[in-house]
């Protein structure tokens, strides 16, 4: 009990304050997932490393979401959605009574596949994380948080003259990176992201990639990808699922280079999926 | 089978093709026509509906008045308890100075119906909010009495035979008399607005009903804004979806389908009989057009909160936030246009609502305006009911005065509704 006040109070102050000596943030043992009587997940087993990026990849339809948002809880808002096996942050189940979900959310935040920002003026995008968490006393300490976490998404010099305008108003690629800008102003240990660029053109994408490479530094990464190439460009570590279980996992370019399995081969070289 | 047969088919003949054609157009001609028809059909239905409210209704926006001079003997009244004078022989007085030498009672009979019936009333409350009249002479703009009225704004024809007319020959004379005098003007009727009912419809006015209206439509607002918001935000973002919450959603859609008449007789049991709430108090009334408003407000705000954008309560669960900060934060403002909208048209209805309100006593014949929601009333509608039923003639285009003043609150109830819509409503 007092080892896990101690987690929560580090994830508070800061990610880097975080770091333990374990290497791996998070693990998902033998993890199922139910959607009602339909099973999406087939006991999936999985290490994340702390500040790296790990992707995963596979065909439509085969979990890797899934288990993203098995990994702050998003599957909690589905009703019928059912999750077995354990997950932990730090070596605690994310998955305990004793752990609150509002918590969890705070250190695990989330990027999703379109972005989502709030119809509210960026600066109020940025701020809502630190507010509804009490992290911010002050209007001065709001601030520092917003422009250090705009500075972090690489967004602040493009709206710095506009922080009051909403944050609807940006294009396709600055909303995403807002919302990135938002997900870490609470300052998570890990960031999750759903297909963040599979609605943003290529320069845009490019630039998200960027960051994202930037960020591995302080976050711990998950992204879910259809791109192979993004998968290659951005992670340390890939896994890949189908058709609801986890067919290989390792390092990147052993994955690209030298897949164990036929199936990862398969789709890696586009023959399926 | 060679490939020009397979390549066209018999039915894609070049001549075919043509007919076909034909047909899809002049198809397509007919639905539009049967469409530009039934618009038609209904503008002009809603057309002779407001040409016949408007033309029955626009005399009753004026009102025949007559100068009358009438002397405040200063041995007449007494100046310690001026309500107590004779204050009909002092209305007498002054209609003989106006038209001298009537002798007979018939006919002084026949001169006191120029005028209201309620003249010595108005005399009286002058003098007594004036004291100082007492000793002078007083020049009040007095309503003519209804038949006068008509006859002034021609209802009541002159060419109708004598003993046919609700206006005798003489009385005619005396008011071409008074035309001639200069002593008779056609104001606009502010009576109609701030009088309350009368048995005499030319000082009869809506101010009881305008009143009324206004405490019944605040207490359906108040009793069904927060518990209408209160079930569809518990039925939208709470609810499990079980046989429980199907069946209380089915039952709501069948509440919104019931007939009016059947609140009433509930708010009649229930309200005045159980509760015992005074009848015909805006009170019961507002709480039962309350629950004839809930199952559409319910309806209304549900589908406000379904129309926000999930990937907006994903962000906001994504950002950890509760699902009461998700749904105060983020999905009730967004909603918040759609159910004000709702709300403002549902108080619409609730305004133009009769039928419970008359099995509850709200059409009682009140002469003066309620002060709380615990005396007896009657709204806009029933005021009209009431009007619709009495025989004066000057009644019939009272009616019609009374359903423009509804239409006319309405109208601006919607116009608001549309006007708040498109200021509120955000895009994402």
Not at chain 1, 4 to 30: H, L
Request: glycine content about 8%; overall charge neutral; charged content about 20%.
């Amino acid at each position: 009990m007092n080892d896990m006040t101690e987690i929560a109070e580090a994830g508070r102050a800061g990610p880097t304050a975080s770091r333990g000596a374990s290497a791996v943030a998070m693990e998902g043992r033998d993890v199922k997932v139910f959607y009602g009587e339909k099973q999406a997940l087939f006991g999936v087993s999985l290490a994340i490393e702390r500040n790296s990026v790990t992707s995963l990849i596979g065909p439509s339809g085969c979990g890797k979401s899934t288990f993203l948002r098995c990994l702050n809880r998003m599957n909690d808002t589905i009703p019928i959605c059912r999750v077995e096996g354990t997950i932990t942050l730090d070596g605690e189940d994310i998955y305990d009574r004793s752990l609150d979900v509002v918590e969890l959310r705070a250190r695990v935040g989330m990027v999703f596949q379109k972005p989502n920002p709030f119809p509210k003026s960026i600066f109020d995008n940025v701020a809502y994380g630190p507010k509804i968490h009490g992290m911010v006393r002050t209007k001065a300490e709001t601030e520092e948080i917003v422009v250090s976490s705009l500075r972090r998404a690489g967004l602040f010099n493009e709206v710095k003259d506009r922080l009051n305008e909403p944050g609807t108003g940006l294009s396709g690629g600055q909303q995403q990176r807002l919302c990135i800008a938002r997900a870490i102003a609470t300052r998570p240990e890990v960031l999750l992201m759903d297909e963040p660029c599979s609605a943003l053109d290529p320069i845009a994408t490019a630039i998200i990639e960027e960051l994202i490479d930037e960020l591995r530094e302080t976050y711990t990464i998950v992204i879910v990808t259809h791109s192979m190439q993004q998968a290659a460009r951005v992670s340390q570590k890939t896994a890949f699922f189908h058709l609801g279980k986890l067919i290989e996992e390792g390092r990147t370019e052993d994955i690209f280079t030298n897949p164990v399995h036929k199936q990862t081969q398969d789709y890696i070289t586009g023959r399926i999926g | 089978m060679t490939d020009a047969s397979l390549s066209r088919p018999a039915s894609a003949q070049p001549y075919d093709r043509q007919r076909l054609r034909k047909r899809r157009a002049a198809a397509d001609f007919r639905l539009r026509a049967y469409g530009i028809a039934a618009i038609s059909a209904a503008i002009g239905m809603l057309g002779i509906l407001l040409v016949t409210i408007f033309v029955g209704g626009y005399q009753a926006f004026v009102q025949t008045h007559i100068r009358v001079d009438f002397d405040i003997a200063a041995d007449a009244v007494d100046p310690a308890n001026p309500a107590a004078a004779n204050w009909r022989a002092i209305v007498a007085d002054g209609l003989d100075s106006l038209l001298p030498g009537v002798e007979s009672p018939a006919q002084v009979r026949a001169l006191g119906q120029l005028l209201t019936n309620n003249t010595q009333f108005f005399v009286r409350n002058a003098v007594v909010a004036n004291p100082a009249l007492i000793g002078g002479t007083l020049t009040l703009e007095v309503p003519a009495a209804d038949i006068i009225d008509q006859l002034n704004k021609g209802v009541i024809r002159r060419d109708t035979a004598s003993e046919n007319r609700r206006v005798s020959d003489q009385q005619i004379a005396w008011f071409d008399q008074l035309v001639a005098d200069g002593r008779v003007s056609t104001p606009f009727n502010w009576g109609l607005f701030t009088n309350p009912d009368s048995r005499f419809p030319e000082i009869a006015g809506l101010l009881n009903g305008m009143v009324g209206s206004l405490y019944v439509v605040a207490v359906c607002f108040l009793v069904s804004f927060p518990v209408g918001i209160g079930a569809a935000i518990y039925l939208e973002e709470f609810a499990p979806r079980n046989r429980w919450t199907d069946l209380i959603e089915v039952n709501i859609n069948n509440l919104a389908a019931v007939p009016s008449i059947v609140f009433g007789l509930l708010g009649l049991a229930v309200f005045i009989q159980i509760f015992g709430i005074p009848r015909s108090a805006p009170l019961a009334g507002g709480l039962v057009i309350a629950l004839m408003t809930l199952p559409t407000l319910i309806i209304v705000t549900r589908n406000a909160l379904k129309a926000v954008p999930p990937s907006i309560r994903e962000a906001a669960y994504g950002m950890g936030a509760s699902p009461q900060q998700v749904i105060f934060h983020h999905v009730l403002p967004l909603a918040f246009p759609g159910i004000l909208t709702g709300t403002i048209i549902g108080m619409a209805a609730a305004l133009g609502e009769t039928a419970p309100l008359l099995l509850i006593g709200m059409n009682a014949f009140i002469t003066s305006p309620p002060g709380g929601v615990l005396d007896a009333a009657t709204t806009l509608p029933t005021q009209i009911y009431i009007w619709a039923d009495s025989p004066e003639r000057g009644f019939v285009a009272r009616t019609n005065a009374g359903i423009i003043v509804l239409l006319g609150f309405l109208l601006i109830m919607n116009a608001l509704a549309i006007f708040l819509r498109q200021r509120l409503e955000r895009r994402w």
